[in-house]
C-alpha cells in the first residue's frame, strides 16, 4: 500500500513539477502553445485522476490499518487536500490564471510534508 501510495503522490507532484519547470517553458518557446499546452495538460489531467484514485484508496487503507483518523496531523493533510482539490477545479475553469498553478504545486509539496510527518 504504502508503494503504491508513494509512487502515485511521485507522479502528481513530480509531474506538477516537470510541466512547469521543463514542457510548458518549452512549449511556450515554440510560439504555438496554446494547442500543444492544452494537449499535454489534457493528457497529464488523465493521469492525475488516477492517481489521485491510487491514493484515496491507499491513504484511506492505511489510515484505517494504522488507526489514524483521530490523528491531528493527518486531519490536517486531508483539510490541505481539500483546498488543493479546489485549487485544481479553480484552475481548470480559470487555467490563464497562472498564480492558481504555483499555489497547486506550493499545496501539494505541503500535503507531502505533512505526509511525512503522518508516517513517522
Do not use: C, Y
Request: overall charge positive; charged content about 10%; glycine content about 12%.
Amino acid at each position: 500500500m504504502l508503494w503504491l501510495h508513494l509512487l502515485a503522490m511521485a507522479f502528481f507532484v513530480g509531474g506538477q513539477l516537470f510541466l512547469a519547470a521543463v514542457a510548458l517553458p518549452v512549449l511556450r518557446a515554440t510560439g504555438d502553445d496554446r494547442r500543444a499546452i492544452r494537449a499535454v495538460a489534457r493528457r497529464f489531467g488523465w493521469g492525475t485522476l488516477g492517481a489521485i484514485g491510487v491514493l484515496i484508496v491507499t491513504g484511506a487503507a492505511m489510515a484505517s490499518h494504522f488507526d489514524l483518523w483521530s490523528d491531528g496531523v493527518l486531519q490536517a493533510k486531508l483539510a490541505l487536500v481539500a483546498v488543493v482539490a479546489g485549487l485544481v477545479v479553480w484552475h481548470m475553469r480559470a487555467p490563464q490564471n497562472h498564480a492558481l498553478e504555483g499555489l497547486i504545486f506550493l499545496g501539494s509539496l505541503a500535503v507531502v510534508f505533512l505526509g511525512v510527518r503522518v508516517g513517522n
